[in-house]
């Protein structure tokens, strides 16, 4: 299959979150699936959702951070110089810390700030935004707690089953998901497509299985990208998923 992290696939994540019941089940199955990419430590937070309750728009909404740490986070005021927090808010796509060191000027307190979070076991992070209507601001943070980076960071998975995640909770909570739009129109073919794409066929499958060339099948798949707003295949089958346009 085309999702698929240490023998689980990404399917079965999506089965699963569709039968749990509460938020704390559904963090600890995301704790142990992240778990299979490296990632022990993970911070879910929702600083703006009108979607949700006002007692969930908060930091630290959920998570299994080093307790000592988030005390720590919460007396020092890092809330106003993390620039992960920051990045989460104004970034649509996946990132790995190290690269706002790269790419942002920073300032001492915020390099210290990172170096901190590593002594506490926060190592090798990523940031995954969720972005949606009604300026809605919400993020999963991730790291591991070892020293030698052993992680699998595959962005378009994780960001797969953290949207995946998302969506779960905020159907617990009563709302309906706003992280993606409420209608794409694919087309018969398209569709037909994407549904080979999420059982893992290759372009070349595709055309013999609908007798088609592959030229075909990747102009169809431009097609599709442009219309789900995604620039690669776990994206699109993700979002198609969410949308309702195919079936796993």
């Known amino acids: 299959m085309l999702f698929k992290s240490d023998g689980y696939r990404f399917e079965e994540f999506v089965e699963k979150t569709g039968k749990l019941t509460t938020p704390q089940a559904l963090f600890d199955e995301f704790i142990g699936v992240m778990g299979r990419f490296g990632y022990t430590r993970i911070i879910f937070s929702v600083p703006r959702d ?10 630290g909404l959920m ?13 020092k005021g890092f809330e106003r110089l993390d620039p992960v927090l920051r990045a989460a ?8 810390w190290r690269a706002l060191e790269r790419t942002h000027r920073l300032s001492e307190r915020q390099i210290r700030f990172f170096r901190l979070g590593e002594e506490a076991g926060l190592r090798h992070g990523i ?6 209507d009604k ?7 991730m ?28 159907r617990m909570k009563g709302a309906e998901p706003s992280v993606l739009p409420p209608l794409v129109a694919l087309s018969k073919k398209e569709t037909e497509v994407l549904q080979w794409v999420a059982a893992g066929r290759s372009d070349d499958d595709i055309s013999r299985l609908l007798n088609i060339s592959p030229h075909t099948v990747d102009t169809h798949l431009r097609h599709i990208y442009q219309k789900l707003e995604v620039n690669n295949r776990v994206s699109a089958v993700v979002k198609a998923i969410v949308l309702g346009q195919i079936k796993i």
């Open 135 to 141: 300026a809605q601001i919400a993020g999963i943070a």
């Open 50 to 59: 009108e979607a949700l309750p006002e007692a969930d728009n908060r930091i």
């Open 89 to 96: 808010g104004t970034y649509n796509y996946a990132f790995r």
């Open 143 to 170: 790291a591991s707690g070892e020293r030698v980076d052993a992680v699998r960071a595959d962005l378009d998975l994780i960001s797969a089953y953290c949207n995946q995640f998302f969506m779960s909770f905020k």
């Open 127 to 132: 940031g995954i935004p969720m972005s949606g």
């Open 63 to 75: 998570h299994n951070y080093p307790e000592d740490w988030q005390k720590y986070y919460t007396e």
